[in-house]
């Protein structure tokens, strides 16, 4: 009997190992960073993702923040720039490992920016918003009440 209860005791000292080792792998292969543009008066953003969650805020703040929460950083291409017209950022798989890669891009920029976005089979959150939007006709789209990932 005693052998049996050492046993289990082993058993669930490996798969705790286990687990502590997969959740290791999920922390290192997760990368969080933060881009901010410091912008003066009224400015556009154009933002380009694919393949992902856009969350849009709005702030009082002379700042534009793209937070980014990506899955297997190798698996994509980003690519920003700023000029004295607006912030550009992009955000796109790359081919072949890009499939298993995840996103997750929280835009924060004044309310007197402009935003263009263009999304890719994204899924867009955009609480506490009040505008007028305009969809392009896309036979392919499907467009679902989200709500946030947490």
């Known amino acids: 009997m005693r052998t049996s209860g ?3 005791m082993n058993q669930l000292n ?3 190992q286990v687990v502590n080792a997969a959740s290791s792998v999920a922390e290192i292969v997760r990368e ?3 881009y901010r543009y410091g912008v ?3 400015t556009a953003l154009y933002l380009h993702v694919e393949g992902a969650e856009v969350r849009v ?3 009082a703040l002379p700042t534009i923040e793209v937070a980014t929460q990506i899955n297997l950083g190798f698996g994509w291409r ?3 720039e700023q000029d004295d017209v607006g912030v550009y950022f992009v955000a796109k798989r790359r081919r072949l490992v890009g499939g298993l890669a995840g996103g997750v891009f929280s835009v924060t920029a004044p309310y007197d920016s402009h935003l263009m976005l263009r999304l890719e089979r994204c899924s867009l ?3 506490d918003i009040s505008t ?3 969809l392009e006709p896309n036979a392919q789209a499907q467009v679902a009440l989200l709500t946030p990932k947490t």
């Open 6 to 8: 050492s046993n289990r």
């Open 125 to 127: 959150w955009m609480p």
């Open 132 to 134: 007028t939007l305009e």
């Open 32 to 34: 969080k960073q933060i």
């Open 40 to 42: 003066r008066g009224p």
């Open 14 to 16: 490996q798969l705790l």
């Open 57 to 59: 805020f709005r702030w």
């Open 78 to 80: 980003v690519a920003s």
